[in-house]
């Protein structure tokens, strides 16, 4: 009996010490989209071709829930789109946006991977999902640095 208390509480300290949180200011360094087909397209790099700004822009993600963003002068756009309520669980994170709450999807989910002052957060697409945005893709993965 005592051996099973012991290893549940070794068990338990070992898994909240991998459960690190979002909460805090990130830099985004990488969001790629890998398509059913095995294509990757490098989203970070088209969007900032086309909005150079966004290279500045920050992504907060408060203690109470919220996440925004904050961007240098001539991307205000991105932080109109970016408002939103997330919550983590474990390795888990949902975001809901505005739009999420209109067409009561219930909002994004992601696998958080943390490695030093790096997260990533992976979301797989459903066939529910691809249809509602005509794509065919596979999964995103984007990469923040803490900041």
């Known amino acids: 009996m005592k051996k099973i208390l012991l290893l549940a509480i070794s068990t338990t300290l070992y898994t909240a010490g991998f459960c ?3 909460t805090g200011s990130w830099k985004r360094v990488s969001t ?3 398509y059913k ?3 990757k397209e490098d989203m970070q790099k088209n969007v900032q071709s ?3 700004c966004t290279a500045g822009t920050k992504y907060y993600f408060k203690a109470d829930g919220t996440h925004y963003t904050q961007s240098p002068a001539g991307c205000e756009v991105v932080d109109k789109m970016s408002k ?4 983590q669980v474990g ?3 949902t975001v809901v946006t505005g739009t999420d709450l209109k067409l009561k999807t219930g909002g994004t989910t992601y696998i958080l991977s943390f490695s030093g002052n790096t997260v990533t957060l992976v979301h797989v697409y459903t066939d529910a999902e691809n249809k509602q ?3 065919k893709v596979k999964k ?3 990469v923040y640095q803490k900041i």
């Open 37 to 39: 087909n095995g294509k």
């Open 140 to 142: 995103i993965s984007i």
């Open 91 to 93: 390795s888990t994170l």
């Open 20 to 22: 690190q949180s979002i």
């Open 32 to 34: 790629t989209l890998e």
């Open 50 to 52: 086309g909005l150079p």
């Open 84 to 87: 939103a309520t997330w919550k």
């Open 133 to 135: 945005t005509g794509t």
